[in-house]
């Protein structure tokens, strides 16, 4: 099928991966406006540093649901400051490329990233992320 | 798997029979209808004879249609043209705030550069009230331009009121009728419009192709100038074969209309009511009755429009929606933020539009459908939680 999305994104859209909430998580990270039509958030589960186990859910457009179903894949048995580092080109990348009127949902799977990362680290202010 | 299209308002497949008119129009019959040999002399002849029948259909006399290259060129020409035309009479325009783009964009346009356009609101049906237009007709106003019928959710103004007022006062009313022509009755006189704008890939016809109706009398300024086809209302080299297979989409149109809409409104409420009762939390956009036949607009809540889209595409069925999700708008669909729709309802909106091809088949396979994948989306959606 000639599509507007290549076949990743088609993928991640028809069966996005560890989708849910977590309960108890170490971190959340939350990015949207419903009114904008987009809407995301990650759970993170993470020991010593490391992202244990990641959830998400998203409503949005196909390629903002494939980004939050991507990074959870992305983060997952990675070092907090890792993750920290991941851009929006390499979001766009693990999508195999997004069409470019659809970049800015890269940039939401990242945001959704730096949110969780965010939200870790306030939670434990002033200590180290973990050991490595 | 067999294609389902349900996007006939975005545009039609050409009718086979539109086809045959204008193929030999390519190819035998190639000649410049301006050239005074037979080759170009027989093309004028299936030029005039295919405006007669066309501005038969609609009410009009054969001199009163400027072919055009579709809706949006007809539409700039109405406005445009009128605006130029009378500009010393007075340069205000009242247009509505549910307009097609084509219309929106070209006020915008003149409002820029010495024009003051009001756009007039319509209610939560998406209906324009005729006394607003009454009550913005200052001495100054010189056109009147208000869609016959809405491309988004369907909704039929109330043109033959607002006719008695433009009249009334004086001034020149237009309508774009791009979605209304072939698809419910279209008289121009009982209308009371003194301009109509048509688009022929909308009734089954060629892409490319269209006309304003210009009643007699009107002071219009050419939109595009060169040579004097049209009578130098409109230059360039008639197309031909887009204006054959116009006109033979017109005549089959007219041909089945009646049983066309009444087929297609039946199968429009079987959808409308299976997706009300099937899926929870999922509103009708639009007029009830007053709307075209073949329209369907629903809000779905929890569930953005294009992931829905995408998600009917995989099955091959084919719909559109008024959500936007682009690098340079998030904004929803302006026929739903003017009927105060929120924008959120708005970017979880999905428009079925039905055409003479729909069988009960396919509406009872989207019906079939839709609940489970409605469920998916749900189940992924952060939103629902809201309802948990």
Not at chain 2, 175 to 182: R, S
Not at chain 2, 198 to 209: F, N, V
Request: overall charge negative; proline content about 4%.
């Amino acid at each position: 099928m000639t599509g507007f999305y290549n076949d990743k994104v088609i993928d991640h859209f028809k069966d996005p991966r560890n989708v849910g909430v977590i309960k108890n998580p170490d971190a959340v990270g939350y990015v949207g406006e419903p009114a904008w039509g987009i809407d995301a958030e990650l759970y993170l589960k993470i020991d010593n540093g490391i992202i244990t186990e990641a959830k998400s859910k998203a409503f949005g457009c196909g390629a903002t649901i494939a980004a939050g179903s991507v990074v959870t894949e992305m983060v997952k048995g990675k070092y907090l400051d890792e993750i920290a580092g991941i851009t929006n080109e390499d979001v766009d990348r693990a999508l195999g490329g997004l069409p470019a009127t659809k970049l800015h949902c890269a940039k939401l799977g990242r945001d959704l990233i730096q949110a969780a990362v965010k939200d870790y680290r306030e939670q434990h202010k002033g200590q180290r992320d973990g050991y490595r | 798997m067999k294609r389902i299209y349900l996007d006939y308002a975005a545009t039609t497949p050409t009718d086979p029979e539109v086809v045959k008119a204008m193929l030999p129009y390519f190819t035998d019959s190639f000649g410049n209808p301006s050239s005074l040999y037979s080759y170009g002399q027989e093309n004028k002849a299936a030029v005039d004879e295919s405006r007669e029948k066309i501005a038969g259909a609609i009410g009009a006399h054969s001199d009163e249609i400027i072919f055009t290259s579709g809706g949006t060129e007809a539409d700039n020409t109405a406005l445009a043209g009128v605006a130029w035309a009378n500009k010393d009479r007075g340069r205000h325009i009242i247009t509505t705030t549910v307009e097609h783009h084509a219309i929106l964009e070209t006020c915008h346009f003149l409002g820029k550069n010495g024009f003051d356009i009001t756009y007039v609101p319509v209610d939560k049906y998406g209906m324009v009230d005729p006394d607003d237009i009454k009550r913005s007709i200052t001495p100054k106003t010189v056109l009147v331009s208000v869609m016959q019928a809405n491309n988004e959710v369907g909704s039929i103004q109330p043109l033959e009121e607002i006719g008695r007022i433009a009249k009334e006062a004086g001034v020149y009313l237009h309508t774009d009728g791009v979605q209304a022509v072939g698809h419910i009755p279209v008289d121009v006189n009982s209308l009371g419009v003194d301009m109509l704008s048509l688009s022929a890939h909308k009734l089954y016809g060629p892409k490319g192709m269209g006309l304003l109706y210009v009643r007699r009398g009107t002071h219009i300024a050419p939109y595009m100038r060169g040579g004097a086809q049209e009578k130098g209302r409109r230059a360039g080299t008639e197309n031909v074969a887009g204006i054959v297979g116009l006109a033979k989409a017109v005549e089959l149109a007219m041909t089945d209309l009646e049983n066309e809409m009444r087929r297609q409104t039946l199968l429009r409420d079987r959808l409308i009511k299976g997706l009300l009762d099937t899926i929870e939390l999922v509103q009708l956009n639009g007029h009830p009755t007053q709307r075209l036949p073949n329209n369907v607009n629903v809000s779905i809540d929890y569930v953005e429009g294009e992931s829905l889209l995408l998600n009917l595409d995989l099955e091959d069925i084919c719909v559109s929606t008024g959500s936007a999700c682009t690098s340079t708008s998030q904004e929803p669909s302006h026929v739903l933020l003017a009927m105060r729709v929120t924008p959120e309802k708005a970017h979880c909106s999905l428009r079925f539009t039905l055409g003479k091809w729909t069988t009960d088949a396919d509406i009872a396979h989207v019906l079939e459908i839709m609940p489970s994948m409605v469920a998916r989306l749900r189940s992924i959606s952060p939103l629902m939680k809201v309802k948990n």
